[in-house]
Nanobody
Framework: QKQLVESGGGSVQAGESLRLSCAASGYNVRSYFMGWFRQAPGKEREGVSIYSLGTTIVADTVKGRFAISRDNANNTLYLHMNSLQPDDTAMYYC???????????????????WGPGTQVTVSS
């Protein structure tokens, strides 16, 4: 059974850091296109950072502050978030698909499989 489970979210102050994890079971993280998306209240789901054709892509809104990585041996995807700002407050979702993800994609159709999400709240 394919499953994605995110963890690592929480409530932090502006300027602090968090590392999100996505444990993939039933997937080989090297065989799927994988990435991170987020959805703030009242807004569409948007791309944050993805693996795409051998490279990583980061959305302009988080460039220089967020980075994606993966541990192939443990089938885990990470999102390293530094200098968090209140605008980063959102539910963060791990995504997996057999087609290339796009960081500029918005909406639920941006990926085939989604985890349940982990909440990140940043206060000023």
């Amino acid at each position: 059974q394919k499953q994605l489970v995110e963890s690592g979210g929480g409530s932090v102050q502006a300027g602090e850091s968090l590392r999100l994890s996505c444990a993939a079971s039933g997937y080989n993280v090297r065989s799927y296109f994988m990435g991170w998306f987020r959805q703030a209240p009242g807004k569409e789901r948007e791309g944050v950072s993805i693996y795409s054709l051998g490279t990583t892509i980061v959305a302009d809104t988080v460039k220089g502050r967020f980075a994606i990585s993966r541990d192939n041996a443990n089938n885990t995807l990470y999102l390293h978030m530094n200098s968090l700002q209140p605008d980063d407050t959102a539910m963060y979702y791990c995504a997996a698909a057999k087609f290339p993800l796009r960081v500029d994609c918005t909406g639920d159709y941006c990926s085939t499989y989604w985890g349940p999400g982990t909440q990140v709240t940043v206060s000023s």
